[in-house]
Each structure stands twice: as C-alpha cells, then as structure tokens.
C-alpha cells in the first residue's frame, strides 16, 4: 500500500517551524509494510489544502494530512477536506461532553470557548480517539474507497496517535488488501559511520558495494555524527528482505571495519554506555567549548546515571583550575585550546568526580576566536583511562553548533575505540 | 514571486533524516519577497523527480530543488530534470579542473573518481558556483521562462549557497518583474512566549486578536521552549507590512505581559545572557536531570563566556555532595528530586564557582523513576541570587528528551523574570 503524507501549516511552509512529523510517520509507516509516494506541505489556506489533497488522492488515493485541527481560527484543515468530500460539518455532543470532562480533570475549571471547534466533525467521518490531546483525528472515505486520515500536528500528540490508532488500522487494511499471508515490505537497515567523509566511504566500498548491492539501494546519509549508510529493499516478504539487507550489511562492515559504530537507531551515546556498562566502568568530563554537550548526549539516554557521574562545564579558566585543578600555569603556557590543558581537564575530572574514564575537551567553536595556529573548529579532546591519557587533535567544519556537536560525536568515538575488543 | 520548494532524496521520504533545508530556504526567501506556494519530497527515483517538477512548474512556474547532486548514485537529480527539459548531459572540463584543484588544495592527493560526476551539466544550463562544497548548483530555463535551480542537499552548503547566490538572483529577478520600486512582501514577526498553553493565549488575546488582526493573519506554534506567535502579513509593501506587524506586536504584548520573553529569532538563553550582561552578572549551574543540557543551552550562543562561568552536572549523589558541597543529610532526608536538594545545588554552584547567580534542577526525567508523589516529569529548579534562593516545581509533559528541554527552558526562565525591570 501507498500513501501521501501532507502536512498543513503556515510556520511550515514558511519555514518557522521544522516539519519532524512526516519523518516519524514515514518510519512508522513501512513498519507495516505501507510506503510513502510522496511529501507535501501547504500553508494554512483552504483551498491550497484541499487542492494538494485532491492531487495526492488522484495520484495514490491514500492521504494522511497532520495539522490544521487545534482550537484556533487559523485551524482550517478540517472544513477545508469536508468541502472536497462534499460533506457538512456537525457538532458532536458526545464529543463537546467528553472534552469538558477531560478540560475539567486536567486543569480545573470550565473549558474555554475556543476548544468548542475541535468537537465539529464532517458527516460520515470516523472519529480518531486521541488520548494526547484534545483534537480528534478524523477519517473520511469517498464512494471509491479513497481516503484522508487527519491527525494533529502537535509532535507529541501525532506520535502518540500513530501508535494507538493510525497503524493498526493501516495494518488491519493492507492485510484484507492483499491474499499473500506475508505483506511484501519497504525494509531498511542502516549502518552508522563516524571520522570519515561521504565520498571516501564511497571509494572504499568500491564499484561493488558503493552504488547498491543485489536487490536493494544505499544511500548516503552526511550529518554532523557521521555519515549513515542506509540500505533499502521493497517488495519482498519480510523475512527474505531482511536477509537480503543483513548479508549486505555484513559485507559492508567487513569493507569498513571500525568507521561503524552501530546499525539502525543506535547512537554512540549509547553505544559508549554499552561498552562502559560490561567492563563496570564510570565515566565524568571536563568540557569547555562543548560546554555541557558532552554530558548532555550520555544523559539523554534513560538508565544512564549507573555509568555517568557527571562533569564540569569549565568556561571560565579559573573554573577550570578550581574543579578540575588544571595547572594556571598550564594555560598560561599552552592556552586554555592545547593538548596539554585537555589532558590536565580529563585527568582532574577523573580524579575529582572519583571515574574510571575522565574526557577532557577544549576548543574554539568560533565564530570569534579562531587565529593561523589554532583556526576556529580546533579542538583538543584527551581522555584518561585509568591513568592512561591519550590526546587528539581535529579541526571541525561548520558553524558553532555544528562544530560544538562535532566534538562532542568525537570524545564519544574516542570512547568507543578505546575500549573496541 | 511566487516558487515551489522540492527536496529530494528516499532518507527524507523515508524519514531518516529530517528535512531542514526547506525550512531555512522558506525563510530566506521571505526576506526578497519571494513566497514560497508549496513544498514537496519525492524519493531518489528518476520518474518521482521529473514528475514531481513538472506539476510545479504547471502549478506555479518556478522550482527550486534541494538534493540528488552528490557524487554518489542514488544522486539523480542532474539527469532527471535535464531530461524532462531534453538537454543532454556534457561534461565540463573546466569545472573538472576546478573539482580536481579543490580536492588537491583541501586534502592532498588525487580526488576520488566518484567525484567526477559533479562535473556533469545539461546542455544549456548555468551554473551556479559553490564555495562550500563540490557539488555545483544548476539553473535551468525553458522557452516559457519557466526555470528550475538545483542546490546541493548538505545544509551547510545549502545555507551557504542561498546567501551567496540564490538570494542576490531572485532579488534582481523579482525587481526587473514589477514596475513598483518597493516589492509587495511576505512579512512576518514572531513573538515568543513560555510558560502559557496555546488556549490560554488564544483566551487571554480574545476575539479581537486571538483570530488575527487587521490586515494580517496569527498562527500559534506550540514547541518545547513555549508557544510562538507568528504574525503574518502579506501583499503590502516593505514600510507598510514592517509598520502593521509591530502595531499589531504592541497590542499582543500589551495584552500578554511577561509571557512574552522576545521577538523573532531571539531564543530565550540570547534574552538571558544580555539581561545578566547589563547587570554584571555571572551565572553558574548545578544541573541533575538536564545533564549539562542548561549549560549547552546557554554556551550555544557565541559570547557567552563573559557571563557563563560553567556549572557543574551532578549526576550522582555523591557528585552533588563533592563537587557542590549538597549535605548528604539533605538527601537522604528529603530525596535528590526535592527543594531543599534544588536550593543547595544552586547555592553550591554559585558559591564553588564564583558566581553571582547559581543554578539547582533537579527532577525526573523518566521513562523510570516517577512515584505517585513524585511522577515523571516532576522538576525543582531554584536561583541563588546574591544570597536570596527562590525555588518553583513543575511538572512537564512529554517524553525523557522533552521533559530536559522544558526542564532548562524553565531555568532560563526563571533568571529571565527574576531580572525583569
């Protein structure tokens, strides 16, 4: 089965907010073999809506539109679709009851007026329960079995809905949609590179590996963690599938060796924590330019405070002597952005956060700051395992953030290799 | 002027990577007055582009591509939409040259042949040049003026090219198209508020602005940091449409108050940083459950180091006790997620530290961890000003990634009020 996913917004289309829901739905969706055709985004206009709705129905008969159903005037999703289905618009009482129910438990007090629209629905819909949130999801279907199902565009609230109530239905349908027992799937695996470029990856995997392999794509994927292989294979049941991707996925690894530090969702972070987990060992970090990112990557994974101890965000020099007692004479040396001064923050985080790993990560994220010697994008990151301290040197591209992620990724590869079998 | 935005590659139809590029180029566009009608994503396929191209150029006439001009082949871009023009393919020797001179210049050594196929150009196009990477941009017309341009995938070089090119080309494009000497605009303003819900604004703003205001439209984009409202207006030339929005902003802010903490791209850790500037204040944190996420928030913005002193991530108990000298009483009596354990952090971190204001979160990020006295989502956060400790509790909504973001909005937030005039 295909699908079009349309998501509706003036802060989409203009560019104020960064469209995340057609990427969650797009993942979601070929988990039960339904693939995606195409993307859109139109603005907050009714007949922008329904004439993108109505090309992608002509096109693949299949639509899942996200936005345009919150309480507020500028909401317009829902009237617009029923004007193209030729239907009237309803209050619902049994609806408008359970939202002042639901209004009444969660903050108290009388709902306000201008939730009253979310309980308005097109004659003929199904109503999607949404537990997330107040706005319903609404599913139409015209005499020729095409349809549109509208969810919400608020992330937390759409994610939420796909789970309990898009993809079971979807599931429910391609199975009575087609006679095979097994569906034929859109499956992918990804494997996930780090301290190499896109088109050396290309080189190394060679003629063979680097344009596709037997029965499926590759695509490479550039992002500020690495570069992501994702290999692709459509049609087949499921189980050849995911063979298919599993023995190019070895090949791959083999022709790689260790630029890949995990395959499909796994970040370093976790992987980081995986390694530090089996030999019982703690980590904390000294960081400057990072400036909490580092700890902030590790503890964004829940169950990571058996490994993490913490850190020191050390900007200010005289933090850095106070808390990781680096040497002022040291800097005064070196400059706060050398080999010697990482090495001194990871050794003093260690020791003064009581781990077994101490990171240390100094560096000039720019745009300010950078000269000949030390352009903007050096960092130095040090590590002491165990009273062993290794130090290295890169210079980042991109601009603060990227170069500020870059090296956070980077003392997480740093990890990772140190403590490869 | 009106254009259509296609982004092109199967990660993005797949949902592996999020789609940024449109965004930025939406915004962009907006500043020379070119609107963007609708956007669209089809996957690597050769007949999905051509296909997808052509209805926008029906639609609208105008079509700007991002993606597909790697050096890798699943890049069909080039090729795709020269056919659809029918021009063939030629390769160019001097941008040839140029690519091989790049790569000699930038690492040493003779460039991967992959590459080459960037040097590949349809009959009859422009190029368009790109100081940021390999892949150069396209610019292709028809015998209608109907044009599509082609820009490369990678944000960095996107965002560098629409600057450098895309941008100065449309201006002079838009002005030799009208005969007025000030272009009708796209114009927008966003004020942005945290701490209330999207109803509650729409309530507190009423009828007369909740739904809009005169000659202009308001959408409410919820987000982690708070919920930002987007005044647009459209049509007016430059001086009218600038006059307008900052009457209609006055009239919000008037009925917002402090809810509302800046406008435009003003993110609320920028606000924090120029209020404790002005004051000669610097900050220190002591962050359990943001993990170094409050520290990140603020060094993120370039300048920071006069007011961010550092902070230290307190993942465990004993760190709290070592490094922010938390009595360990204090937590076995009350627990880590409790006041008390929040205003000793921030007293601790502002007296280890050196620092004017000090910082304490403390809470429970989950998925683990909540209790029917303390669920998920239950955060103390207090400030340590100069000796007078205020501390607050929420309870935020939202995954483990979600609850941290709200957690350090918060925090910020808190210094931001405290300091108001």
């Not at 004659?123 to 537990?131: D, K, L, Q």
């Not at 994220?365 to 990151?381: I, N, Y």
């Not at 590590?383 to 301290?389: I, R, S, Y």
């Amino acid at each position: 089965m295909r699908v079009e996913i349309l998501t509706i917004g003036d802060e989409l289309l203009l560019g104020f907010t960064i469209d995340t829901n057609a990427a969650h739905l797009a993942r979601e969706l070929a988990t039960v073999g339904v693939e995606v055709a195409r993307r859109g985004t139109v603005g907050d206009a009714a007949g922008e809506i329904a004439a993108a709705v109505r090309e992608a129905l002509d096109r693949t008969g299949a639509v899942i539109t996200t936005g345009g159903l919150g309480p507020t005037a500028d909401d317009l999703t829902k009237p617009a679709i029923a004007a193209l289905f030729r239907r009237r618009m309803r209050l619902d009482g049994e609806y408008l009851e359970a939202l002042r129910r639901r209004w009444r438990d969660r903050f108290g007090g009388e709902m306000p007026e201008s939730n009253r629209q979310q309980a308005m629905i097109p004659e003929g819909a199904t109503i999607v329960p949404n537990r997330h949130g107040s706005a319903p999801g609404i599913w139409l279907e015209d005499e020729r079995a095409r349809w549109v199902v509208m969810l919400p565009g608020v992330p937390r609230e759409l994610r939420g809905m796909t789970g309990d109530e898009l993809l079971p239905r979807l599931r429910e349908r391609a199975r009575s949609a087609t006679e095979a027992t097994e569906l034929p799937v859109v499956r992918s695996l990804t494997l996930r590179t780090t301290g190499i470029g896109e088109s050396k990856l290309a080189d190394l995997l060679g003629d063979d590996l680097g344009r596709g392999f037997s029965g499926g794509t590759l695509a490479y994927l550039p992002a500020f963690e690495g570069t992501d292989l994702r290999l692709t294979v459509r049609g087949l049941p499921d189980g050849a599938a995911v063979a298919r991707l599993e023995e190019a996925a070895a090949r791959i690894r083999a022709r790689l060796g260790a630029y890949v530090y995990g395959q499909d969702g796994g970040d370093l972070a976790a992987v980081v924590l995986d390694r530090c987990r089996a030999r019982r060992l703690q980590v904390a970090a000294g960081e400057s330019c990072t400036g909490g990112l580092f700890a902030a990557r590790l503890t964004a994974i829940s169950g990571s405070s058996d490994v993490v101890l913490g850190g020191v965000v050390a900007y200010a020099n005289d933090v850095k002597e106070r808390l990781l007692g680096v040497p002022a004479e040291l800097i005064a040396a070196h400059g706060a952005v050398s080999e010697e001064v990482a090495r001194a923050m990871a050794s003093g985080a260690r020791a003064r956060l009581g781990a077994d790993i101490g990171v240390g990560i100094t560096g000039i994220a720019g745009p300010g700051g950078g000269s000949a010697e030390k352009p903007v994008g050096t960092v130095w990151t040090a590590m002491d395992l165990a009273g062993v301290v290794q130090a290295r040197r890169a210079v980042y591209v991109g601009d603060r953030e990227e170069i500020r992620q870059r090296a956070a990724q980077g003392a997480l590869d740093m990890i990772r290799r140190a403590l490869m079998d």
